[in-house]
């Protein structure tokens, strides 16, 4: 199972809104509503900022959206902040009954 | 708290064995399935394991397929992963995470394969 693929590097100015986006294939991000995304800060653990494509667990900011066509998934963060700086990563259920994770973003607050 | 604590990482020789242990609080461990997923030093997330509730589902990723095997005791709420013939590209922190869109992650382990 290839990694899905997503830009090394995304960034913004402070209040500005970036876009993340996450490109699979049928047989994973295209054929199940079951995408998730991942914050990860330097040393720390990942934490799940959104799940099911677009369904946020309580407590994630409003500011996190996302959105999925066809193969493409897109994690959108709006009104950038600089605690907003981090590694993301897209994560997809696939046919072979496995996940797959995205080859991750870097984020820059400019 | 819902809370997850991985231990037995350590240092071990190429073609050896570790076994990592998960322990789960806070929530009923045995109502979700739980994930094991890794990052190599430097580099992203790789999931690398997955077990049902109950045991009855198990799925592993190609790359540890029959040297790793994923367990669980719901009694104990922990989880587990035995991991044999380990080789130097298995060097990773190691993190366990709960439910099938891992909304809760434990600190990782480090697991360094070297001779």
């Known amino acids: 199972q290839s990694a899905l693929t997503q830009p090394a590097s995304v960034s913004g100015s402070p209040g500005q809104s970036i876009t993340i986006s996450c490109t699979g294939t049928?047989?994973?991000?295209?054929?199940?509503?079951?995408v998730s995304w991942y914050q990860q800060h330097p040393g720390k653990a990942p934490k799940l900022m959104i799940y099911?494509?677009?369904d946020r667990p309580s407590g994630v900011s409003n500011r996190f959206s996302g959105s999925k066509s066809g193969n493409t998934a897109s994690l959108t963060i709006s009104g950038l902040q600089a605690e907003d700086e981090a590694d993301y990563y897209c994560?997809?259920?696939?046919?072979?009954?496995?996940?797959?994770f995205g080859t991750g973003t870097k984020v820059t607050v400019l | 708290e819902v809370q997850l604590v991985e231990s037995g990482g350590g240092l071990v020789k190429p073609g050896g064995s570790l076994r990592l242990s998960c322990a789960a609080s806070?929530?009923?461990?045995?109502?979700?399935?739980m994930n094991w997923v890794r990052q190599a030093p430097g580099k992203g997330l790789e999931w690398v394991s997955s077990?049902?509730?109950?045991?009855?589902?198990?799925y592993y990723a190609d790359s540890v397929k029959g040297r790793f095997t994923i367990s669980r005791d719901n009694a104990k709420n922990s989880l587990y992963l035995q991991m044999n013939s380990l080789r130097a590209e298995d060097t990773a922190v190691y993190y366990c995470?709960?439910?099938?869109?891992?909304?809760?992650w434990g600190q990782g382990t480090l697991v360094t394969v070297s001779s």
């Open positions: 995470a709960r439910g099938y869109s891992s909304q809760v």
């Open positions: 806070g929530f009923t461990f045995s109502s979700y399935s």
């Open positions: 077990i049902s509730s109950s045991t009855s589902y198990i």
């Open positions: 049928s047989n994973d991000v295209g054929g199940y509503n079951y």
């Open positions: 099911d494509v677009s």
């Open positions: 994560s997809s259920y696939t046919s072979s009954s496995s996940n797959v």
